[in-house]
């Protein structure tokens, strides 16, 4: 078997993938060696050997043939499912997730570098460089995210238990316990967590749901159709840190030296206007939350709320309690 013609075809495929690329590349006579040994072979006629590279060229298996000193030609393939910064982007991504054991993570890299040369490999990095996931519910939230992304596929409403850790540790239910129906319309990746959007059917509001916090997950029968008029991307744009609450239009009057903190958080296309020489003011729509009183009392006296008054007032009240616990 191992002499069959295809078999041999795959193997010197294999060979050129996993060791050549825009760096690395193989004469005539190197490809011969690293395929004998492949098939366990004492020889190998080398016409043979051309004869399957123009093979494999016929099938868009892309060769380059690079001619050098005294006419001597090196083969390579160049064209990889993912450029080397590519891989790197992918790799990081997965090792920034501490939501991922360290396990898993080593499962996934290990995936994605078959998809390069042997050489490009070693120079991506493993999960010995980062800590232990932060999530022990990792195998619950894998379940969870095949189960609703089948759903949202199938536009078929999906069923969970909710709830959230105590102090105690010990995971509380929400609701005593009843079930919650949702519309799947999106799962997104935010703040290092998973959520699933989508329509609370009790109350017909799009609302969000951590993946670590859902159980006993089920796909039911019942279908749905996706609302027209949602937009994914206003909807978490307008999110702080992932709370919920009413739509309201904000000002708040900045140091200038936070204007790229800004851009970060909204993009170059937000609304900003000078104000003086040393401030800008910011105007955009947000969720009335939490989450939002948070993520302004982070930049302290280096930025005022100037509308709505109740956002004012609220702020004032978290500065005050601040102030108090100090004291």
């Known amino acids: 078997m191992k002499q069959n013609n295809n078999f041999r075809l795959l193997q010197l495929r294999k060979i050129l993938f996993e060791e050549t690329d825009e760096n690395h590349e193989l004469?005539?006579?190197?490809?011969?060696?690293?395929l004998m040994h492949a098939l366990d072979l004492n020889n190998l006629d080398i016409r043979t050997i051309k004869s399957d590279l123009q093979s494999l060229?016929?099938?868009?298996?892309?060769?380059?043939?690079?001619?050098?000193?005294f006419g001597k030609i090196y083969y390579s393939h160049q064209d990889k499912v993912f450029e080397?910064?590519?891989?790197?982007?992918?790799?990081d991504a997965i090792l920034s997730a501490r939501f991922i054991t360290t396990e898993e993570k080593s499962v996934l890299i290990d995936k994605l570098k078959r998809l390069t040369s042997k050489?490009?490999?070693k120079t991506l990095p493993g999960p010995v460089l980062f800590s232990q996931s932060i999530n022990q519910d990792y195998n619950l939230i894998k379940y969870n995210i095949d189960k609703i992304?089948?759903?949202?596929?199938?536009?078929?409403v999906v069923s969970y238990l909710y709830g959230e850790f105590n102090v105690h540790k010990d995971f509380d239910y929400r609701r005593n316990k009843s079930r919650y129906y949702v519309a799947p319309y999106a799962l997104i990746w935010q703040n290092d967590l998973y959520y699933l959007i989508g329509k609370f059917l009790e109350t017909d509001e799009i609302r969000h749901y951590r993946l670590d916090r859902m159980r006993d997950t089920e796909i039911t029968d019942?279908?749905?159709?996706?609302?027209?008029?949602?937009?994914?991307k206003p909807y978490v744009d307008n999110l702080f840190y992932m709370f919920s609450g009413e739509n309201i239009r904000i000002k708040i009057r900045f140091e200038n030296g936070l204007i790229n903190a800004i851009f970060d958080r909204f993009g170059m296309d937000v609304d900003v206007k000078p104000d003086g020489e040393k401030h800008f003011i910011l105007s955009t729509n947000a969720k009335f939350s939490d989450g939002l009183v948070s993520w302004i009392l982070q930049w302290g006296h280096r930025a005022k709320v100037l509308f709505p008054e109740r956002?004012?007032?609220?702020?004032?009240?978290?500065?005050?309690?601040?102030?108090?616990n100090y004291k």
């Open 222 to 232: 019942q279908t749905f159709k996706k609302d027209p008029n949602f937009q994914l």
């Open 311 to 324: 956002l004012v007032v609220r702020i004032k009240e978290e500065a005050e309690k601040l102030a108090e």
């Open 84 to 91: 080397t910064y590519q891989l790197r982007l992918l790799v």
């Open 57 to 69: 060229q016929e099938m868009d298996f892309e060769i380059i043939q690079n001619k050098r000193k």
């Open 119 to 121: 050489h490009i490999q």
């Open 27 to 34: 004469d005539i006579y190197e490809l011969k060696e690293k």
């Open 149 to 156: 992304h089948h759903a949202i596929a199938e536009n078929r």
